[in-house]
């Protein structure tokens, strides 16, 4: 089965600088990679997301770019915030349109953004 | 507000007895997915429903754990015979099998049941 590994397990950053945080999968097959953050308490909560047909995809400060040869991909935040703080999750996933997406994790990053 | 919700939220048992948990998906959601999370690690996967049907089920759902959703609404967990090894976070999620076809079919994460079992 599917297989992701995330590095690096925490992370600390000066606010204003930037944050990565890389994945990589085993499955060739995985089409969809979604990001997630979850905060002390709550469930995961979806932050960008990327198919396997686009290379890079950007919201406001938050990017993924997806490297299918090398099956990696990556989280940028750049200008971090305090309430960037979390444990943010990679996961991936393979399925057809119209087919369920069973998700695989991978460990999770903790990531502190010092003021 | 509208997102998943799980009932209850915290739950703490004694070995060897059983629990119930349950979901409520987002309205219209069609799609339903248990997943458990212990301390430090991702999600993993448990079952899934699409509609009052359960499609897939993991390794790591024993002959203890058995899900229902009887009306293609909220779905129920029970864990039977409870371990300690059971103690986790317990997390619902949904999606839309319309929105799959449109290639936004993201999971919504409802915020866990924590179960600990002593």
């Known amino acids: 089965g599917e297989n992701v590994e995330q590095h690096p397990s925490t992370l600390s950053v000066q606010e204003g600088d930037s944050a990565v945080i890389k994945c990589t999968y085993s499955?060739?097959?995985?089409?969809?990679f979604p990001w997630y953050k979850q905060e002390l308490g709550k469930g995961p909560q979806l932050i960008i997301d990327?198919?396997?047909?686009?290379g890079e995809k950007k919201d406001q400060r938050i990017a993924v770019t997806l490297n299918k040869t090398a099956k990696h991909f990556s989280l940028h935040i750049t200008e971090t915030q305090p309430e960037d703080s979390a444990v943010y999750f990679c996961?991936?996933?393979?399925?057809?349109?119209?087919?369920?997406?069973?998700?695989?994790f991978g460990s999770g990053t903790q990531l502190t953004v010092l003021p | 507000d509208t997102g998943v919700s799980q009932n209850p939220r915290h739950k703490i048992t004694k070995r060897g007895q059983n629990v119930t948990f349950r979901c409520d998906p987002i309205?219209?959601?069609?799609?339903l997915y248990w997943y458990r999370q212990t301390l430090g690690q991702g999600p993993e996967f448990l079952t899934y429903?699409?509609?009052?049907?359960?499609?897939?089920k993991s390794r790591l759902l024993s002959d203890r754990f058995s899900a229902e959703r009887p009306k293609g609404s909220f779905s129920t967990l029970e864990i039977q015979r409870t371990e300690q090894g059971d103690s986790a976070m317990y997390l619902c999620a949904s999606s839309s099998k319309r929105a799959s076809f449109l290639g936004t079919d993201t999971q919504y994460f409802g915020p866990g049941t924590r179960l600990t079992v002593l």
């Open positions: 990327i198919r396997s047909n686009v």
């Open positions: 429903f699409q509609n009052e049907a359960q499609l897939e």
């Open positions: 499955d060739s097959a995985s089409n969809y």
């Open positions: 309205s219209e959601h069609n799609r």
């Open positions: 996961a991936a996933s393979k399925a057809g349109a119209g087919s369920a997406r069973q998700l695989t």
